[in-house]
């Protein structure tokens, strides 16, 4: 298939760059571009020797940065103009500068796929794009772009995926969504709605008690309460059952995330998610704004309020 990445940043050159061994793929920076410029995401692979052990993962492992790199070209919206099969958007449909929107409409690809799990950005893209089919292709992977300190032209993007596994949840209209299965291969794993929106409201509201405390991930261990709490208001919402959330498992998961994860997460986390506070509290107002049912997630987004220092 020809798949189009919106977006020259962390998930739109990541995403490009799983996609490419099987598949023709760009990405569309917003900015005019003289001509077609290369770009090498680089997939995390092993720790390095002293970061495989406990005490070296606490201490803030490095991970190995040549377990692979691929070749993803980044052009402009005037470079991409042509017949693309699908076009995903790695910035909110609500988002999108209106140039953007209409060069997407101009290249009435059949399929547009957005990242976003925030609440109502399924519809705002339906009403944006109304002549493709929308979905969901929620990323399985992470991802992020590394400072002027480790790339100075602030260009160098990193990813970790889980090996043998699926790169992203694929959700929306039946149809859409075998077509697009039959195109993009193990890629993809269908999943119905639920299944790719559920699971952000199970760990949002623990990225958002991170980003109250700063990014802290040792405080954010010592306050689960809260967000644990938030996070069965937020699934109660979603689905309209009572869900049981229970803190000692979230600590578990945390600490298994630790370990198993080959970058140094609890620094990764504190970073990428800092640079989201407005998508965060975003997705929080989508699951309780303006009940008296969600006394967390209220908590929550006016932590995430208050003005920081």
Same mark, same amino acid.
């Given at each position: 298939?020809?798949?189009?990445?919106?977006?020259?940043?962390?998930?739109?050159?990541?995403?490009?760059?799983?996609?490419?061994?099987?598949?023709?793929?760009?990405?569309?920076?917003?900015?005019?571009?003289?001509?077609?410029?290369?770009?090498?995401?680089?997939?995390?692979?092993?720790?390095?020797?002293?970061?495989?052990?406990?005490?070296?993962?606490r201490a803030g492992q490095r991970a190995t940065e040549v377990a692979a790199?691929?070749?993803?070209?980044?052009?402009?919206?005037?470079?991409?103009?042509?017949?693309?099969?699908?076009?995903?958007?790695?910035?909110?449909?609500?988002?999108?500068?209106?140039?953007?929107?209409?060069?997407?409409?101009?290249?009435?690809?059949?399929?547009?796929?957005?990242?976003?799990?925030?609440?109502?950005? #399924?519809? =705002?893209?339906?009403?944006?794009? $109304?002549? +493709?089919?929308? %979905? *969901?292709?929620?990323?399985? @992977?992470?991802?992020?772009?590394?400072?002027?300190?480790a790339a100075p032209d602030g260009r160098e993007v990193r990813y970790w995926?889980?090996?043998?596994?699926?790169?992203?949840?694929?959700?929306?209209?039946?149809?859409?969504?075998?077509?697009?299965?039959?195109? #993009?291969? =193990?890629?993809?794993?269908?999943? $119905?709605? +639920?299944?790719? %929106? *559920?699971?952000?409201?199970? @760990?949002?509201?623990?990225?958002?008690?991170?980003?109250?405390?700063?990014?802290?991930?040792?405080?954010?261990?010592?306050?689960?309460?809260?967000?644990?709490?938030?996070?069965?208001?937020?699934?109660?919402?979603?689905l309209g059952l009572p869900v049981p959330m229970s803190a000692v498992i979230?600590?578990?998961?945390?600490? +298994?995330?630790?370990?198993?994860?080959?970058?140094?997460?609890?620094?990764?986390?504190?970073?990428?998610?800092?640079?989201?506070?407005?998508?965060?509290?975003?997705?929080?107002?989508?699951?309780?704004?303006?009940?008296?049912?969600?006394?967390?997630?209220?908590?929550?987004?006016?932590?995430?309020?208050?003005?920081?220092?």
């Amino acid at each position: 298939m020809r798949v189009l990445f919106q977006g020259a940043g962390a998930i739109g050159l990541a995403g490009a760059a799983l996609f490419t061994d099987a598949h023709e793929v760009a990405v569309a920076g917003r900015a005019p571009a003289s001509g077609p410029r290369a770009s090498y995401p680089r997939r995390v692979g092993r720790p390095e020797p002293g970061g495989s052990t406990p005490e070296g993962a606490r201490a803030g492992q490095r991970a190995t940065e040549v377990a692979a790199t691929r070749r993803v070209t980044v052009t402009d919206w005037a470079g991409a103009a042509g017949v693309w099969d699908l076009v995903v958007l790695s910035t909110r449909p609500g988002d999108l500068d209106p140039a953007v929107a209409s060069a997407i409409r101009e290249i009435a690809p059949k399929s547009i796929a957005i990242t976003s799990q925030v609440e109502g950005d #399924l519809d =705002r893209a339906r009403s944006e794009f $109304p002549a +493709a089919e929308v %979905v *969901v292709l929620a990323p399985m @992977f992470l991802s992020e772009r590394l400072g002027e300190e480790a790339a100075p032209d602030g260009r160098e993007v990193r990813y970790w995926a889980p090996a043998d596994l699926p790169r992203f949840l694929l959700a929306g209209q039946r149809e859409a969504v075998r077509r697009l299965v039959r195109g #993009l291969g =193990r890629l993809v794993l269908p999943a $119905p709605i +639920a299944a790719a %929106v *559920v699971p952000p409201a199970v @760990f949002i509201p623990y990225v958002a008690e991170l980003s109250i405390h700063g990014g802290n991930w040792a405080r954010l261990k010592a306050h689960l309460h809260r967000p644990t709490q938030a996070a069965a208001e937020a699934v109660r919402a979603r689905l309209g059952l009572p869900v049981p959330m229970s803190a000692v498992i979230a600590r578990g998961v945390l600490e +298994a995330i630790e370990f198993a994860v080959p970058i140094d997460v609890t620094a990764y986390a504190g970073r990428h998610f800092g640079r989201h506070v407005d998508q965060t509290r975003n997705m929080l107002t989508g699951w309780g704004a303006g009940t008296n049912e969600s006394p967390a997630l209220e908590a929550q987004i006016a932590a995430l309020n208050r003005p920081r220092h």
